[in-house]
Structures are given as structure tokens and as C-alpha cells.
């Protein structure tokens, strides 16, 4: 079990990117949150297996269509056990 933590920094707010990530993470069965930050940028966990939050972790680099990413902060951190995804606040 992987637990990564991103910032996704640029435009990113009122393009749908919380939206497309909670799509793309529920597809690949990973657990987490997404939720924008007041800085602008947009920040998620993602919870799952390697290959699931590294796919992950490359969409926020891309970001859904309409979506400028100027650069992604990853760190890992310990699994929580968490067991769905959410779009927060």
C-alpha cells in the first residue's frame, strides 16, 4: 500500500481537476481526497497500490483538459487504511 500526498500548482481551479481526479482515481480503485487549496493550487492523497497512485501522480502532471500544471510536489507518507475517494471541501 502506497500513500502519496501532491500540491498541484497552476491553473488548476475551476477547470474540473478535482473532478477528473476523483473519476481517475475511482476507476483505478484508489482511496483518498482531493480538494483546492486558497493558494490556488489543488491538493489530493491517493492511498492504493504502486502502479495505481503513480498513474495518478502523472494525471495531476498533465491535469484534465482545460488545466495549466506548472509543477506537482510529491511526498510519500505511511498508509492510512483509508477506503474511498472524496472531493473535500
Known amino acids: 500500500m502506497e500513500r502519496r500526498r501532491i500540491v498541484v500548482h497552476g491553473y488548476v481551479q475551476g477547470v474540473g481537476f478535482r473532478f477528473a481526479v476523483e473519476r481517475a ?7 483518498g481526497w482531493v480538494r483546492n487549496r ?10 492504493g497500490g504502486t ?12 491535469g484534465p483538459r482545460g ?5 506537482v ?4 507518507e505511511s498508509a ?3 477506503s474511498s475517494f472524496r472531493v473535500a471541501g
Open 80 to 82: 492510512e487504511g483509508l
Open 25 to 31: 482515481a475511482r476507476t483505478r480503485g484508489v482511496a
Open 51 to 62: 502502479a495505481d497512485v503513480e498513474a495518478l501522480v502523472d494525471f495531476c502532471r498533465r
Open 38 to 47: 486558497a493558494d490556488g493550487a489543488v491538493e489530493a492523497v491517493f492511498e
Open 67 to 71: 488545466a495549466v500544471v506548472d509543477r
Open 73 to 76: 510536489e510529491a511526498v510519500s
